[in-house]
């Protein structure tokens, strides 16, 4: 059955529905805006979409990334001391949305970010003609989202909330009504950065998220993962997508004077991606 939130016309949806005729895992790949420098960030999605990615997943630098690691961490201060702002990295986007016009494009930003520029509804509404097709905020609280959630909905966006491991069934079922475009699993407790291998929590954690949202949202993993094992355990776990995100930006920050940047990051993408069919081989 086709796994998707109800949005309508939403390009998250659109993957989730072609993923699902093939049952493949849908491969989302992040980068953070900026870093090294905006010209790179461009030509790296260019990279990422030809080795596979099926969706982008985009950083605004934020001062204090309360869910992130070191690795995304060092890459935001980075770009903040190359005076990378929301607005620079929303020209980003919009440049990246026309020359990919059906690629699925998320911002993953903290709140303070989408409120201070000029209010919430005013940056959701920006995003949207740029092309942005949902948000990520780790520290938007479920609770307190009633606004956040409306404005976002009403602009036919999505509103992808965090649920962790230990999310209690009460919140979870919360979290997942008020989810579109996919209910993010975070796969350790703590920050993201690279795990060398998961706990068997992990996926008790994914069957229980499943059983609960069941085929009214896809849900996609993220925190750690980095190798192709780590993939089809999550995947065999019933995971319906994978998030790639401080392995990419490893490789960046190891490769950033290589002239084999690009063959290096296509490399490690085109290897996940292949991992993300392993559902139907």
């Known amino acids: 059955m086709t796994r998707t939130s109800k949005l309508s016309n939403n390009r998250i949806d659109a993957i989730f ?16 805006a900026g870093y090294p420098n905006i010209r790179v960030s461009e030509m790296l999605v260019d990279v990422l979409v030809k080795a596979g990615a099926d969706i982008i997943e985009i ?3 934020f001062s204090d990334p309360i869910a992130d690691g070191p690795t995304i961490q060092a890459a935001y201060n ?15 986007v919009g440049r990246i949305r026309k020359k990919h016009p059906d690629l699925p494009i998320i911002l993953m930003t903290y709140s303070n970010i989408v409120l201070k520029e000029g209010g919430l509804k005013k940056f959701v509404q920006k995003s949207k003609e740029i092309g942005v097709d949902g948000f990520i905020l780790p520290d938007m609280n479920i609770d307190e989202a009633q606004l956040y959630i409306k404005v976002v909905s009403e602009a036919g966006l999505a509103t992808i909330f ?3 491991p230990n999310t209690k069934e009460i919140r979870l079922k919360s979290i997942i009504s008020n989810s579109r475009g996919f209910l993010y ?10 795990q060398r291998s998961f706990k068997d929590f992990t996926g008790q954690a994914i069957r229980r998220v499943k059983r609960h949202s069941g085929t009214k949202i896809p849900v996609v993993v993220g925190f750690g993962i980095s190798k192709p094992e780590h993939v089809r355990y999550m995947i065999n776990s019933g995971a319906d997508g994978i998030v790639i995100a401080s392995a990419i930006v490893d490789i960046i920050r190891t490769n950033l004077e290589s002239p084999r940047l690009n063959r290096k990051v296509e490399s490690f ?13």
Request: proline share 3%; hydrophobic share 45%; charged share 20%.
């Open 185 to 194: 699993l975070i796969t350790v407790y703590g920050v993201t950065g690279v």
């Open 78 to 92: 980075d770009a903040l001391k190359n005076k990378v702002t929301p607005a620079k990295c929303l020209e980003l």
């Open 59 to 61: 950083g605004i630098p």
């Open 269 to 281: 993408v085109w290897t996940m991606k292949l991992a993300c069919h392993s559902k139907s081989s």
């Open 17 to 32: 529905r072609k993923l699902s005729e093939t049952e493949a895992c849908a491969l989302i790949c992040y980068l953070v």
């Open 162 to 164: 965090l649920a962790s």
